[in-house]
């Protein structure tokens, strides 16, 4: 049998992650300096969660959500305090982009309307909601063009009132810096302006922190720096370090019913310990506050480099953006100088979403190694 071709794929073949760091089967040491799309969130290896999750699967890895789970009461309580939203409630599943199916679910659910509104250059997912709401066409498949949607500019505070107007939107959802898309980012006044006339008008607002949250960008989730609150919030890849594991936080105003949400996987005792062990690194190393101390630190080298022309994002959620479209760079950077680096649909931006812990002496050595690309790119 042969896999399915799908995936365009770099000649590389890890074998071994440590820290920032990962080895290919020939010994060859490259700098991780995108994280497999933003999801090494506290390093290759790191040795408390290795410890954490060989544990667990000594113990129990697996049992179905028909049983009480005191893992999951523990990842929920860790979570609501670490990222101040305790007033919220939990769904655990497996993926981002089950988060964002079940996030437009409950939105339906709650408000019985089906219309999704969703934002030029966003990405919830592919799978058959969320990739409705994804501005890709290319990734659609007749079957996945039947929902009920309607694309909007992202600070168009005037067209969103008046989709929003009409009374039959179930929810808004948004990425609050847009990861694929180009790690663009709307005012303040306009997320504010999201959640006001959302409430005016009978829906919900989703903010997808799948790839944003977990203190990427410095704070535990982006939305939390424009002062308003979601009715409903995605969460995956950084949450469990490479384990598979995602989640819906959910306002108290949303009441659950069983047999509402359903998942075989999620939440399971191995997903839950690893869910821990990276909330327990995150606070114990300290690492929103790195995220935040990395990004001063990137802007202050950048601009030692005149062919960076602007850098988007916050923390460590990074685009450094030329005026030229980096994809033979980018090849540069990881054939000769050995550093992974990431891609957007902005074809000028290069993207940096390292592990949150990563140092100041990686960045010198990803400068240095940017300086000779820039010199030899024709």
């Known amino acids: 049998m042969?896999?399915?071709?799908?995936?365009p794929l770099f000649d590389i073949t890890p074998v071994k992650g440590e820290g920032t760091y990962v080895f290919d089967k020939d010994g060859k040491k490259y700098l991780d300096l995108y994280g497999g799309h933003a999801v090494i969130s506290i390093g290759h290896s790191h040795p408390a969660y290795v410890n954490a999750i060989s544990k667990q699967v000594r113990q129990l890895g697996f049992y179905s959500n028909s049983i009480k789970n005191p893992l999951q009461v523990e990842l929920a309580e860790k979570l609501g305090k670490l990222s101040g939203c305790e007033e919220y409630q939990l769904f655990l599943c497996n993926s981002g982009a089950e988060a964002n199916e079940n996030a437009l679910k409950l939105a339906s659910f709650a408000t019985g309307k089906e219309r999704i509104i969703y934002f030029e250059n966003a990405f919830h997912g592919r799978t058959s909601g969320v990739v409705a709401v994804t501005d890709n066409e290319s990734i659609k498949a007749p079957f996945n063009k039947g929902h009920k949607i309607t694309k909007i500019a992202f600070n168009d505070a005037e067209t969103l009132a008046s989709e929003l107007q009409k009374g039959d939107v179930a929810?808004?959802?948004?990425?609050?810096?847009?990861?694929?898309?180009?790690?663009?980012e709307a005012t303040t006044?306009?997320?504010?302006?999201?959640?006001?006339?959302?409430?005016?008008?009978?829906?919900?607002?989703?903010?997808?922190?799948v790839q944003a949250g977990y203190g990427r960008t410095g704070d535990f989730f982006a939305f939390?720096?424009?002062?308003?609150?979601?009715?409903?919030?995605?969460?995956?890849?950084?949450?469990g370090n490479g384990f598979p594991i995602g989640g819906v936080l959910i306002d108290k105003?949303?009441?659950?019913?069983?047999?509402?949400?359903?998942?075989?996987?999620?939440?399971?005792?191995?997903?839950?310990?690893?869910?821990?062990?990276?909330?327990?690194?995150?606070e114990k190393e300290e690492l929103l506050q790195n995220a935040s101390a990395m990004f001063d630190y990137v802007k202050e080298q950048a601009k030692e480099i005149p062919q960076i022309k602007n850098i988007k994002g916050r923390g460590l959620m990074i685009g450094l953006e030329f005026d030229f479209e980096v994809a033979s760079l980018r090849k540069d950077m990881l054939y000769v100088h050995q550093i992974f680096t990431g891609s957007a649909a902005n074809?000028?931006?290069?993207?940096?979403?390292?592990?949150?812990?990563?140092?100041?002496?990686?960045?010198?050595?990803?400068?240095k190694a940017l300086k000779i690309s820039l010199a030899n790119q024709k």
Do not use: W
């Not at 042969?2 to 995936?7: A, I, P, Q, R, W």
């Not at 948004?174 to 790690?183: H, P, S």
């Not at 979601?230 to 949450?239: L, N, Q, T, V, Y």
């Open 2 to 7: 042969e896999l399915f071709d799908v995936y």
């Open 253 to 282: 105003n949303i009441a659950p019913k069983y047999g509402m949400l359903g998942t075989t996987f999620g939440g399971n005792h191995l997903a839950c310990a690893a869910g821990l062990a990276v909330l327990n690194i995150l």
């Open 347 to 367: 074809k000028n931006l290069l993207r940096i979403l390292p592990p949150l812990n990563i140092e100041k002496k990686h960045f010198d050595t990803f400068f």
């Open 189 to 209: 006044e306009f997320y504010q302006q999201i959640e006001k006339l959302a409430k005016e008008n009978g829906a919900m607002i989703i903010a997808d922190e």
């Open 224 to 239: 939390q720096k424009h002062n308003i609150h979601p009715d409903i919030i995605s969460i995956a890849k950084g949450m």
């Open 171 to 184: 929810a808004v959802i948004f990425e609050v810096i847009q990861g694929v898309g180009g790690l663009d």
